[in-house]
């Protein structure tokens, strides 16, 4: 299959915003400011993968991106389920772009690196969970 421009585009403009991702997971503490770069980051990736109608890769960066925005609301510090969620988030789309631009069209290879990031988000997606239910404690 052949690329459509968009998706040319969104290819080469994906690989800034993981490293933006890779350098937020190669830290302990975060400033402000680096949360701020990586919901933009992953919010561009979201936008950008809907414009070019890559349809999984806008599904993924929608949960990834609203549960760090949860976790931001909360003024919660990420830990390592976020980060490793964080890393098996960006090789999720450096894979999933690297079977795109290679064309192939094996849906069991696809389904093979969401499997991965799926068991990834339910670990972490359980934990802010734990922290809805914490807060629903402190207010009853």
């Known amino acids: 299959a052949v690329l459509s421009v968009t998706q040319s585009i969104f290819i080469e403009e994906a690989e800034e915003h993981l490293l ?14 680096q949360y701020n770069s990586l919901i933009r980051a992953l ?15 806008f599904e993924v960066s929608s949960q990834v ?3 760090f925005k949860k976790f931001l609301k909360k003024d919660t510090e990420t830990g390592i389920n976020e980060n490793a969620l964080l890393i098996h988030y960006s090789e999720y789309v450096r894979d999933y772009l690297h079977l795109l631009k290679s064309g192939i069209q094996n849906s069991a290879q696809f389904a ?12 972490c997606d359980y934990h802010a969970s734990a922290l809805d239910s914490q807060e629903n404690i402190l207010l009853s």
């Not at 093979?112 to 670990?123: L, N, P």
């Open 20 to 33: 933006t991702i890779d350098k937020f997971t190669q830290v302990e503490q975060h400033l402000p400011a």
């Open 43 to 57: 919010h561009t990736l979201r936008g950008s993968s809907s414009m070019a109608q890559v349809n999984e890769l």
């Open 65 to 67: 991106e609203d549960l």
């Open 112 to 123: 093979t690196i969401r499997s991965r990031f799926d068991q990834a988000y339910e670990r």
